[in-house]
């Protein structure tokens, strides 16, 4: 769950002694100022105007204005103050990139030392490092172009940390599914598909493309332990969601290889850095306790996760729902990548706009019937890696449900539901060119074969926050509008 986000959330000092809390409160209050100052500095050397993107009360309060009351600018003071105390915690517990801040346990230079050595884990040592343009954005001064992108030669992943993978090379890729051609499936080309490829730099054959983890993406996290992950309740199994809400078709009843969809890329708003928005699909085994096992993939804006507000190509995977298990992209031991053009976590470019020009990008993971992996496939055919089949118990044989469809987090953080957007923010209602879609969508069955959706249902958690509407015709064959603008007269 995301918890609320309240100045009045009380900081523990693990420290005796008045003075030296009010000590280790000076010290993280220049700490966060001195993050200010930097972020501050990046926005002008680009070019950017720093009160569109710094709060007003904070970019005017070095000059306050002396007609305003003594007592205002103390009550400002003390609440800026509080404000930067609660600041992600690094204590052991936290439910993942979606939860707010949290109670600080360790002090800042502790809690900089062990995240830096978490940094130095991560991120592996590169042959070659790429670095885009950066452009401005409302989460910090650089946004999906400012992404730094090491080109990692494939055995030293982070997938190869695993004692089972130790001295291993990737899997030889595997048979596609009958009936697959991915000539139709994509109206994003492969030149202009993610936002690090337009400087026309990419990584040498032998190496993957990783994003690097930055301080700033660990220190948005709740703790270290959880930097990441999903929180526990991500995958919908009632109306309560627990915070998230859904907008998803499903399939179940069956065993089922894999699953393929083209879904429609939009730049959903995010209006609280602890909530997210994701289209994607799953796939899942096991029951809904503890043993849930999923396999998910798509796009999502996610600033705690990424510190900007664009849409990312992502996975992720877990075998015990969500509780120690799995991560994002490659921020764990887990997803083998072997594509040397993709780096998941990147930005999707270019995105659809209202009454104008749409774009979607193709999706399928599969099982590989001689070896047992799941293969993921991004965008024109590209073949981007697998999950091996010893990371699953229940997905070790087949899935037994797939979904399609967006994903919000309500944190309700203002007392009242969130304005976070779900695909394009627009009600299906509205149709193509307004409201997101998937298209074309497919499961693969036990001889490998792409087949499609045979009795699907479709389910909304709040209706009236987000909605879906299903259809099918011969050009998009199954498909269905979904999302829409959170918090509204029906949806208060």
Known sequence: MVPKFSISTPVSYKTKGTAYKHQNKSKLEKQRSRRRRRRRRKHNQLGCDTTKYIPTIMASSSTPNPIIPHFVLTLFTLLLVASMLVSPAFSEGGDGVDAGPRNQSLRPVDRLGSVRAY?????????????????????????????VIDCVPVHLQPA???PQLKGQMPAVPPERPKAWNSSVDSMITETSFQLWRESGESCPEGTIPIRRTTEDDVLRASSIRRFGRKSVRSVRRDSTGGGHEHAVVFVNGDQYYGAKAS???WTPRVTDEYEFSLSQI???????????????????VSPALYGD?????FTYWTTDAYQATGCYNLLCSGFIQTNNKIAIGAAISPMSSFDGRQYDVSVMVWKDPKHGHWWLEFGPGLLVGYWPEFLFSHLRTH????????????SAS??????????????????FEKAAYFRNLQAVDWDNSLIPLTNFQVLADHPNCYNIRKGRNNVWGDYFYYGGPGRNVRCP
């Open 309 to 313: 507000d664009k849409p990312r190509f």
């Open 414 to 431: 203002m007392g009242y539901h969130t304005s976070t957007q779900m695909g394009s923010g627009h009600f299906p209602d509205e149709g």
């Open 119 to 147: 940094l130095r884990k991560i991120n592996k040592p590169a042959v070659k490092t790429i670095q885009a343009m950066p452009i401005c954005s409302l989460w910090s001064s650089l946004s999906a172009d400012g992404d």
């Open 399 to 410: 899935a037994d449900m797939i979904q399609f469809g967006g994903e919000i987090v309500n």
């Open 263 to 265: 879904i429609n890329v």
């Open 282 to 300: 799953w796939l899942i085994s096991g029951s809904f306790g503890n043993d849930l096992n999923t396999i998910e993939a798509g796009w999502q």
């Open 160 to 162: 190869f940390d695993q």
